[in-house]
């Protein structure tokens, strides 16, 4: 392979495509894979300080970002994926807004194997890099959003071609896919109820781990910080001297 077919082609050669395509079906899998492997990272490897798992991860996201950049016949997530859904009927869209997407994935691996393999420095904005990851591969796998595929169109200002799910092509949305105003309403409902039960739990529940801790203090001010805090001394007071005051 010369450098222009490395840069300009991707993936493998499908009849009926005039790009070279991979296989969404192998991608998403393996997205999942990845973001299965990094919830249990994060609240049982991180969780319980189990430095090893989020070690060993992190380097294996790493190697299989690399993997990636050069050919997806040979990452280790992506040959999961193909044994997995190896008995599903394909769905090819466009290799190179995919290599672009996960090369930025690669960009993103690359500080956390030097802040958690290689020097354990955990902050955090540190942890919420890894939760970004894990939302990127959320996204691909559940809805089939590639957000590398959608900045690498702001970049190049072309239209991909075989974008997953058909994005790529304009078209009038189908009745199916509508809203009708009751169902606007139920999911308005549904989506604010995420937001704020998520919020709420995790500005009032006490946090059990220090990985809590950081999101607890990540969701409330310093003032409500501090009013916690003052809130706790007065509760720790009153229990310590509560009983001489009452005499």
């Known amino acids: 392979m010369n450098l222009k077919s490395f840069l300009t082609e991707y993936g ?12 969404e079906r192998e991608a998403r899998a393996a997205a ?18 189990h430095i090893i798992v989020a ?9 299989d970002f690399s993997a990636r950049m050069i ?7 992506l040959l999961l994926g193909k044994f997995v859904v190896q008995n599903q009927k394909p769905e090819y869209v466009g290799g190179l807004q995919k290599r672009f997407a996960w090369t930025l994935g690669w ?6 194997v030097w802040w958690f ?6 902050t955090f904005y540190k942890v919420m890099l890894c939760v970004l990851c894990l939302l990127l591969t959320f996204l691909e796998s559940a809805f089939a959003i590639c957000v590398g595929c959608l900045i690498y169109k702001l970049i190049t200002r072309e239209d991909p071609k075989h974008c997953p799910g058909g994005t ?3 078209r009038v949305k189908e009745p199916i896919q509508m809203f009708n105003p009751l169902q606007k309403i139920i999911t308005t409902i549904t989506i604010t109820g995420l937001i704020a039960g998520t919020y709420l739990f995790f500005a009032y529940e006490e946090p059990k781990t ?11 001010t310093d003032a409500q910080l501090q009013a916690q805090k003052d809130a706790a001394y007065d509760k720790e007071m009153e229990a310590e001297f509560g009983d001489e005051e009452g005499e």
Do not use: Q
Request: aromatic fraction near 18%; include cysteine.
């Open 168 to 170: 790529c092509e304009i």
């Open 107 to 112: 960009f993103i691996s690359l500080p956390l």
């Open 12 to 23: 493998e050669k499908v009849p009926g495509y005039d790009v070279t395509v991979i296989n």
């Open 117 to 122: 393999v290689l020097h354990w420095d955990i």
């Open 55 to 63: 070690r060993v991860y992190l380097a294996f996201l790493f190697f």
């Open 32 to 49: 999942g894979i990845l973001g299965t492997l990094g919830m249990i990272v994060i609240f049982v490897g991180i969780g319980f300080n």
């Open 71 to 77: 050919s997806p016949s040979y990452s280790p997530s």
């Open 210 to 220: 220090f990985f809590g801790e950081f999101l607890h203090e990540a969701v409330l």
